[in-house]
């Protein structure tokens, strides 16, 4: 292991290893509450400089090591937030009422707290690792990734781009009416068998609520929506479009979050955005 220097106070490599001219670093580092918090730089192994990509994982997910964004110019930091992937034991405990309701007694408890803590101390590492050499800072995320992106995006400075499929999160109240499955299911199985409590989730979602974050973000967005989507439904992602203020491309597919074949169109906007974010210098214009 090697720990870093006080500039970079809590951050560990544990693992380096060089392939084919990638060096692909396994880190810990501590974030909220002192929890350690695992991800993985992926760089050129030369002093050639590039474009950062931050990424985060879907929900209950983890990151895996993505070479091809490295292969074709990026470098990559990927976190797994507390309590996912092997940033698991980062929690004591997760709710048994679903993830998205650990802590859910306050918005200084929530672990969605912790989640977007451990998003933006990832981009202060990754940036520290990259002694702010990176030619731009993109934030990338699907999904919950795409809400803890969207989130840190409108709450750190010197991100050039901001890159969210189906961020969730937005319109909680909407969302409570039109969500069928994952994390909104759960809140809603939990105000069902607490309808006593539903005022408390309510208000400690709202300090969460992407919709909010939406006109804090001054960075570039690049933004993809699925029409029907059973886990975060359109509706709530034009909510958090709609309070966007900054420059924005919108992109719109017919399903996600679903098994349909016309998924498969979504590789359409994982190519353009990758273009993109592969073109973005530090103070550029969206294209």
């Not at 560990?12 to 290893?17: F, G, L, Y």
């Not at 992926?42 to 879907?58: A, C, D, K």
């Not at 993809?224 to 597919?253: M, W």
């Not at 074949?261 to 974010?277: D, I, K, M, Y």
């Amino acid at each position: 292991m090697r720990q870093l220097n006080s500039l970079s106070s809590g951050i560990v490599i544990t693992e380096s290893k060089e392939t084919d001219g990638l060096l692909l670093q396994k880190v810990n580092f501590r974030s909220l509450d002192n929890a350690v918090i695992h991800g993985y730089l992926l760089s050129p192994s030369n002093t050639r400089t590039s474009p950062l990509i931050v990424y985060t994982h879907g929900y209950m997910g983890h990151c895996e090591v993505v070479w091809s964004w490295a292969r074709q110019g990026a470098t990559v930091f990927g976190i797994d937030i507390r309590g996912c992937g092997k940033s698991k034991n980062a929690v004591s405990q997760l709710s048994t009422d679903g993830y998205i309701l650990t802590g859910i007694e306050s918005e200084h408890s929530s672990i969605l707290r912790g989640a977007v803590c451990d998003y933006i101390r990832g981009i202060q590492v990754a940036c520290d690792l990259l002694r702010n050499k990176q030619l731009a800072t993109v934030l990338y995320g699907k999904s919950f990734g795409g809400a803890l992106a969207a989130i840190a995006a409108a709450l750190t400075q010197d991100t050039d781009l901001l890159v969210a499929a189906v961020p969730t999160f937005a319109w909680a109240e909407g969302r409570r009416q039109l969500v069928m499955q994952g994390s909104g299911a759960e809140i809603n199985a939990y105000i069902d068998k607490f309808p006593d409590k539903e005022r408390q989730v309510m208000q400690v979602l709202s300090y969460f609520d992407t919709m909010n974050f939406a006109p804090l973000i001054e960075c570039d967005a690049f933004i993809g929506v699925g029409l029907q989507d059973p886990v975060v439904p359109a509706e709530t992602v034009y909510a958090f479009i709609n309070h966007l203020s900054c420059r924005k491309q919108i992109r719109q597919y017919p399903v996600s979050h679903t098994s349909l074949p016309e998924e498969s169109l979504w590789n359409n906007f994982e190519n353009e955005w990758l273009r993109l974010a592969l073109s973005t210098r530090r103070g550029s214009d969206l294209g």
